[in-house]
């Protein structure tokens, strides 16, 4: 027995749902929604594959290159938080509303298909949004979120929790569109080949079918297995490793002091926002004497690699050849005397960095306990001193400045 659309049945105009049709809130969430996921499928691929062309080997991007992917990276992410926030209310309505029969419980596979899809496009309404706003939050700079804060509650500035969310935010993408390509077919298939109205429930809230009972756990348990399969299949294929190859280990020196545990980092702005960023692989050389009749107690050599530096968003960016160029440039070398100042010490001397080298006064605090020695500074220096950024000449796009912190415990060799 089939159903098919009568066209003289009344249009639904209420918001709320029936047995037999979507009402009218149903039916603006699902159409804004759609509107809003058709626009950001090709929002994502576009900005995605001119972000790889302006970070490929060789590239040179102007500013306005620059500019117009963090713009589109930008829309992408605020249309994409709206979507999860339409998507939990649409959630929301559909638990305290009426659930519209299926047209044909006697097709019991198709029934279950439509309906699995169906649960499982809901998912992708959460996981896509979510896991791309928790890769954000995990992350520091490039393309801020337009209106909203740039963190989230409970999720730290971790490269790892960024490298998991981003995994799973791409092939939750697929999911979604292939969740999306079966419902579409299949809303077709019931218009054109059934001629039921299926379809017409969704564009006009027009009544079709026969009230019945039917369940919604089967359906539920199948959507939830696949996206049970989502984490595991990336896991178990390493998906959720770096994907970068790791920078070679930086050869150990003898000093007269050892840095048992230390941090450098630095910061930049770009586009308005602050950006921070660590090497996890640097030496220091360090000879000190605590000396207060002598202005110059000590000498310290810091060589650090540059493909070691982890900068949020914009850390393929910053090792190509218009920045730090760390394929031709891997290391960055600080030399200085170690001064008596007014306050606290100054490490004097000059900073190189591709090939380019610098005069760098570095004021820190040194506090000294028995063998042991714990010292922090900050300074700042000028990207242009060392040719990066060229290509780049506003400082409304990408600052000038350049701060540079390091915190570090060393013990008496």
């Known amino acids: 027995m089939s159903f098919r659309h009568i066209p003289n049945r009344r249009t639904t105009m209420t918001l709320h749902n029936t047995a037999l049709s979507y009402g009218r809130a149903a039916r603006a969430l699902h159409w804004l929604t759609a509107a809003l996921i058709l626009t950001l499928i090709p929002l994502g691929f576009v900005a995605e594959n001119l972000s790889h062309a302006i970070n490929a080997p060789g590239a040179m991007p102007t500013q306005a290159e620059l500019a117009r ?5 930008s829309l992408h992410k605020t249309l994409g938080v709206l979507t999860f926030l339409i998507a939990l209310l649409r959630l929301g309505w559909m638990l305290v509303q009426t659930r519209p029969a299926p047209l044909h419980p006697n097709r019991r596979t198709e029934t279950l298909l439509a309906e699995t899809i169906h649960y499982a496009l809901y998912g992708a309404l959460v996981a896509v949004p979510l896991s791309g706003w928790v890769h954000h939050a995990a992350t520091t700079g490039f393309a801020p979120i337009w209106g909203l804060g740039q963190s989230l509650p409970f999720v730290p500035k971790d490269a790892t929790v960024a490298q998991v969310a981003s995994t799973l ?17 299949g809303a077709l298939k019931h218009h054109l080949l059934d001629r039921d109205g299926t379809l017409a429930r969704m564009t006009r809230g027009t009544p079709a079918g026969a009230a019945h009972q039917s369940s919604a756990a089967l359906p539920l348990l199948a959507a939830a297995a696949v996206w049970a399969l989502v984490p595991v299949g990336a896991g178990s294929v390493g998906l959720f490793q770096p994907g970068a190859t790791p920078a070679p280990a930086l050869d150990q020196v003898s000093s007269d002091w050892q840095v048992t545990d230390g941090t450098l980092s630095l910061a930049i702005t770009q586009m308005g ?9 640097w030496t220091a050389q360090i000879s000190f004497a605590d000396d207060p009749a002598q202005p110059k107690n000590g000498q310290i050599t810091v060589t650090v690699s540059i493909p070691s530096l982890t900068l949020g968003g914009v850390t393929e960016q910053a090792m190509g050849p218009d920045y730090f160029d ?9 030399t200085a005397d170690i001064l008596r100042a007014e306050q606290g010490f100054v490490a004097d001397g000059t900073l190189s960095i591709k090939d380019q080298t610098v005069p760098l006064s570095l004021p820190f605090t040194l506090t000294l306990d028995g063998d042991t020695a714990t010292a922090t500074g900050v300074t700042a220096t000028d990207r242009r001193s060392f040719a990066i950024g060229d290509q780049v000449p506003e400082e409304s796009t990408l600052g000038f400045g350049v701060d540079i912190r390091f915190a570090l415990t060393a013990s008496r060799g």
């Open 169 to 185: 935010h791409e092939i939750s993408v697929f999911v979604m569109i292939g969740a999306l390509a079966l419902h579409i077919a």
């Open 273 to 281: 926002n602050r950006v921070e960023g660590q090497f996890s692989d």
């Open 326 to 334: 760390a394929t031709a440039f891997p290391t960055a070398v600080f």
């Open 69 to 73: 992917v963090v713009t589109l990276f």
